[in-house]
C-alpha cells in the first residue's frame, strides 16, 4: 500500500547555475554581455541607457523621449518603422524607468541583421514629430485619468510621494500640466544628452557572426559623456497618509519604508524577512489576511530596489470596512518579526522557497541576463546570487532577530491608504 | 519543435513527456477539462472558486503549499471559459513531491468547511478587485450576455454574480470535485529536466492507483448563427467614453481559426494595424484601438475594443471602425499586410517557447484537441493561410448581422461636452 502521508525524500542545493557570458566592448568602451542558451532560434538585445527619470530636466521627458523614438525617422514615419519591425518578426520597445531607460529588440535569429539596422536607425536619427508628440500627450492624458480612478494607483502614488517628497525623480509624478508644458526640444535635447548605451545584453541562441554583428552596428552609438545628476530624497513628514476616492469598494493600502543595498552586509537578512513576512504565498501577511481571514485577494511584500535606494513595500487590496483590521494585522505582524525568533520549520520553509525559486528563475536565456543586468548596474560581484543563496542557507534565527528590529520597526512604517 | 512521449495510464489518466536536459527545473501541468462552461446558469463562478479551493488541503496532506515551498518549489494555476488548470515548478531532484502532492488532491479534497468560508471571501474580494473596482472591469460581465444568447460562454469565468459565490455549499463543491476531478478527465505533462521512463515509473506509482471514474459527458448548446445586428449601451463613471465590437468566430481547433486569428492580427495588432493607422493615427477618432480573439474550444468571439478621444462621439468612431471592417470583409487583406502579420505570429510562437513552462502548457492544450501532434503544426498552419482563405472567413466572420457593438458612455465627458459648449 502506498504511504501518501509521509512526503518523499527530496534533497536541496545550493547551486546558482548561471550561464557564463562572454564579455566584450563597444568602441566607446560599453560592455557588451552576451548570454548563449536556449534551443528557440530567438534572440533578445537590452541596451540600458541613462534617459531614466532621474536625469530628465522635467517630469514626462523621459517618458516621452522614450515613446516617441520610434514614432519617425529622417527617412521613415511611424508606420513604416512599425510596419517595419513587424514585417521581420521583431518586436522594438523602448521604457524609461526610474533611473534607466531600456531599449529591447527581440529578434528572430535569421532576420537579426536587418532588425538590427532598423533599430539603429531609430536609435541615431530620430525626427522626434510633432503631431505624433500631440497625439502621444493626448492618450497619456486620457490614461492618466484613468488611472486617477484607480485606488492602487493613487495609494502608490502617494506613498512614493510621502517617501521621496513630490519633486524628487522617485517620488514625483508627471501632472497633466508637465505634460501640455513638454516641448519637442526638450526631448531632442534628452536623447542627444542621454541616450548614449552603458550596458548591452544579448541573450538567446547567439552565434559568432551574430556577436561580430552587434558589435559593429552598436558601435556607430555614442558613447557615455556625462556624469548623472544628483537629487537628495526630501520625504513629507506625515507617517499617514490617506487619498479620498469616493464610491471605491475597496481600499489600496501601502505601507513601507526606506531600506539598504543590494550590496549592505544585511541585505541578505533583510530579503529572507521579508519572505517570510510577505515574499510569497505561505508568508505570514497571506496566511493571516487572506487564508484565514479572508479579507483580500492578496497581500504581499517586497523589496524595491533603485539605482540610488530601496524600499520595502506591503501592498493589499481590501474591502472598505475592514481597512482598520487590515492594517492593525499588519502592524502586528511587523511586531512579531522584531519581537520572536522565527520557529525553525517556517523558518527552513522560507529559505528553502526562497533558494529554489531562484534558482527556478533560471530557466530561459532571458532569465540569466536579466540576473546579469542587475549584477553590472548595481556594482555587484558577479557571484552576488551565489554568495546570497549560501547566506540565506546559513541564517539562523537570532541573527535574524537581530536584524529584524532595524528594518521592521512598525513606527518606522508609513502608512497609505485609498479607496 | 517541441519533442514529446505521451502515454496513458489504466484508469485513463493521458501522460505527456517533454524532455528538456538544458534546464535545472522540473515543471508538472496537470490540466482538468472543465471550465466556466460546464456550469450551471445559477452557479456560475464555481470552477474558478474550486480552483482555490484545491490549495486547501487534500485527503492525505493538510496544506498544498507549505511541502512544496519547503522543497524549493512553486505553483499556480488558472481557470478560464473552457479549462482549469494547475502547475508547479520545482528544481528537477524534487520532481517526486509534485506528484505527491498532485495526486492526493486528484484522489480527493480535505472539503475543510473552513477553507471553503474562506476562500468564498477570498474570490469575493478577486470579483470586487479585478471586476467592480476598476474602470472598465464589468465589460466582459456586459458584453458577453449580449453576445452569446444560449451557450454559456455568456458568463464570465468569475461569475455572473458575486452571490452564486456567496451561495455555494459543500455538497456542491463535493458533486463538482467527483464529477470533474477524475483521471479521465485531466492530462498530465511532465517536462524540463526529467527522463521519460522516471516519469513513467512516477507516474505509474502516483495516479496509478486512484480509480478512474466516469469522465463526465459534455453536452453544450451550441450557439445559432447570430441573424442580425446587437447593440446595447450602458453609461458609467469612467474618464472616457469606450468601444467594444465583437463577432462570433470558429473555435481554437477549427481550420479557419489561424486565418481569423491573422485577420484579427491585420485588424488591431499593434500600431501598424489598420484600425491604429486609421483611427488613432491619421483621423485621430480614438486614443488606443485594438482587437483580440478570445481563443475558446468552442466558437470564440473576434472583439475590438477602443478608447475615444475627448471631443468625440461614439457614433462617428463607430461609424469609423464600421468602414475598416467592411472594407476588410468585401475585400480582404492586402498581400503585404497578411504576410506581415503571419510574420508576426511566426515569431510570436517561437518566443513563446523559450519558456519551459509555456512549451508544457501548450502540450496539454494540444492533447486536449484529441491529437497532442498539433502543437508543432502551428507554424506550418499560419504560413499556410492565404489570401483567399482571409477572404472568405472575412465575408463569414465580419458581416454586420454577425456583430454585437456595445456603447460605453462616460457620464463625465458628457457633463464636461455640455459645460464647453454652454
Known amino acids: ?419 | 519543435m517541441i519533442r514529446y512521449e505521451a502515454f496513458t495510464l489504466d484508469n485513463g489518466l493521458r501522460v505527456i513527456v517533454h524532455e528538456d536536459p538544458t534546464v535545472e527545473i522540473a515543471v508538472m501541468n496537470i490540466l482538468y477539462d472543465v471550465g466556466s462552461r460546464d456550469e450551471q446558469p445559477d452557479k456560475t463562478g464555481f470552477a474558478h472558486l474550486f480552483e482555490h479551493l484545491m490549495f486547501g488541503g487534500s485527503a492525505n496532506i493538510p496544506s498544498y503549499d507549505e511541502p512544496l515551498q519547503r522543497v524549493g518549489g512553486e505553483s499556480n494555476a488558472f481557470t478560464n471559459t473552457d479549462v482549469t488548470n494547475y502547475y508547479l515548478t520545482v528544481p528537477a531532484a524534487n520532481i517526486e513531491t509534485g506528484f505527491w502532492l498532485e495526486s492526493d488532491r486528484m484522489l480527493s479534497l480535505s472539503f475543510d468547511p473552513e477553507v471553503l468560508e474562506v476562500q468564498r471571501k477570498v474570490v469575493i474580494e478577486e470579483f470586487k478587485q479585478n471586476y467592480l473596482n476598476q474602470p472598465y472591469g464589468d465589460v466582459w460581465l456586459k458584453l458577453r450576455p449580449l453576445v452569446y444568447e444560449v451557450h454559456p460562454y455568456q458568463w464570465a469565468t468569475i461569475g455572473k454574480d458575486v452571490s452564486h459565490i456567496a451561495n455555494a455549499t459543500l455538497d456542491q463543491v463535493k458533486d463538482f470535485f467527483y464529477r470533474y476531478y477524475v483521471p479521465s478527465n485531466a492530462i498530465l505533462v511532465v517536462a524540463g529536466k526529467v527522463t521519460v521512463p522516471q516519469v513513467r515509473s512516477l507516474t505509474e506509482k502516483w495516479f496509478g492507483p486512484i480509480p478512474s471514474g466516469n469522465p463526465p459527458h459534455r453536452s453544450l448548446p451550441s450557439e445559432p448563427v447570430q441573424q442580425k445586428a446587437k447593440f446595447a449601451e450602458y453609461t458609467a463613471d469612467v474618464p472616457a467614453a469606450a468601444f467594444y465590437q465583437a463577432f462570433h468566430m470558429p473555435g481554437r481547433f477549427d481550420d479557419d481559426f489561424y486565418a481569423v486569428d491573422l485577420m484579427s492580427d491585420a485588424l488591431g495588432r499593434g500600431p501598424s494595424s489598420r484600425l491604429y493607422q486609421q483611427l488613432v493615427r491619421k483621423n485621430e477618432l480614438f486614443t488606443s484601438i485594438s482587437t483580440h480573439t478570445t481563443g475558446s474550444i468552442d466558437p470564440g468571439m473576434l472583439v475590438i475594443s477602443g478608447r475615444i478621444k475627448p471631443g468625440v462621439t461614439l457614433e462617428e468612431a463607430h461609424e469609423a471602425v464600421q468602414a475598416i471592417v467592411t472594407d476588410i470583409a468585401r475585400k480582404g487583406l492586402e498581400e503585404e499586410e497578411l504576410e506581415r502579420v503571419k510574420a508576426q505570429a511566426e515569431s510570436s510562437l517561437e518566443f513563446a517557447e523559450v519558456e519551459v513552462l509555456n512549451r508544457a502548457i501548450n502540450l496539454a492544450f494540444a492533447t486536449l484537441s484529441g491529437d497532442t501532434s498539433i502543437v508543432n503544426q502551428e507554424a506550418e498552419r499560419i504560413a499556410r493561410v492565404n489570401a483567399d482563405d482571409i477572404r472568405r472567413v472575412a465575408s463569414g466572420v465580419l458581416r454586420e448581422s454577425n456583430s454585437t457593438v456595445m456603447y460605453y458612455r462616460s457620464r463625465r465627458a458628457q457633463s464636461e461636452a455640455l459645460k464647453d459648449a454652454s
Open chain 1, 1 to 419: 500500500m502506498l504511504d501518501r502521508r509521509t512526503p518523499p525524500a527530496f534533497t536541496s542545493n545550493l547551486n546558482f547555475g548561471l550561464i557564463q557570458p562572454k564579455v566584450a566592448a563597444l568602441r566607446h568602451g560599453t560592455p557588451v554581455y552576451f548570454i548563449k542558451g536556449g534551443e528557440q532560434n530567438v534572440l533578445k538585445i537590452e541596451l540600458v541607457l541613462p534617459a531614466g527619470r532621474w536625469n530628465e530636466s522635467m517630469p514626462g521627458v523621459a517618458h516621452f523621449s522614450a515613446k516617441l523614438l520610434s514614432r519617425g525617422t529622417r527617412s521613415k514615419d511611424s508606420f513604416a518603422i512599425a510596419s517595419g519591425f513587424d514585417r521581420l518578426g521583431a518586436h522594438f520597445d523602448v521604457t524609461a524607468g526610474p533611473d534607466f531607460a531600456t531599449v529591447t529588440l527581440y529578434s528572430i535569429t535569421r532576420n537579426l541583421a536587418p532588425a538590427l539596422e532598423l533599430a539603429l536607425e531609430v536609435l541615431t536619427e530620430p525626427t522626434f514629430p510633432e503631431e505624433e508628440l500631440a497625439q502621444l500627450k493626448s492618450t497619456f492624458l486620457q490614461n492618466l485619468k484613468i488611472s486617477m480612478e484607480k485606488t492602487s494607483y493613487l495609494a502608490s502614488q502617494h506613498f512614493r510621494k510621502t517617501l521621496f517628497g513630490e519633486h524628487h525623480p522617485y517620488g514625483r509624478e508627471t501632472r497633466p500640466d508637465n505634460v501640455h508644458a513638454l516641448r519637442r526640444d526638450d526631448l531632442v535635447a534628452f536623447h542627444d544628452r542621454w541616450f548614449r548605451p552603458m550596458l548591452v545584453l544579448v541573450s538567446g541562441k547567439v552565434e559568432d557572426q551574430h556577436q561580430q554583428l552587434i558589435l559593429d552596428t552598436l558601435s556607430q552609438l555614442p558613447g557615455m559623456q556625462e556624469p548623472e545628476k544628483d537629487h537628495e530624497p526630501q520625504p513629507v513628514g506625515n507617517r499617514r497618509g490617506h487619498v479620498e476616492k469616493e464610491g471605491s469598494l475597496q481600499t489600496s493600502l501601502r505601507i513601507g519604508r526606506r531600506a539598504i543595498p543590494r550590496s549592505h552586509p544585511d541585505y541578505p537578512a533583510l530579503v529572507l524577512l521579508n519572505h517570510v513576512l510577505g515574499g510569497h504565498f505561505g508568508s505570514r501577511l497571506m496566511k493571516n489576511i487572506r487564508e484565514e481571514k479572508g479579507l483580500t485577494y492578496g497581500i504581499h511584500s517586497s523589496i524595491h530596489v533603485m539605482k540610488r535606494d530601496t524600499y520595502l513595500l506591503i501592498g493589499a487590496d481590501v474591502n472598505r470596512e475592514n481597512t482598520d483590521i487590515a492594517l492593525e494585522e499588519v502592524r502586528k505582524e511587523l511586531e512579531r518579526v522584531c519581537s520572536e525568533p522565527i520557529p525553525a520549520d517556517e523558518l527552513e520553509v522560507g529559505r528553502r522557497h526562497f533558494i529554489g525559486s531562484l534558482q527556478s528563475d533560471l530557466s530561459t536565456p532571458f532569465a540569466h541576463a536579466d540576473k546579469i543586468r542587475t549584477m553590472v548596474l548595481y556594482n555587484l560581484p558577479m557571484d552576488h546570487y551565489a554568495r546570497l543563496i549560501q547566506e540565506i542557507d546559513r541564517m539562523s534565527a537570532s541573527d535574524l532577530l537581530a536584524r529584524a528590529g532595524t528594518y521592521f520597526q512598525k513606527d518606522t512604517f508609513i502608512e497609505v491608504s485609498a479607496g
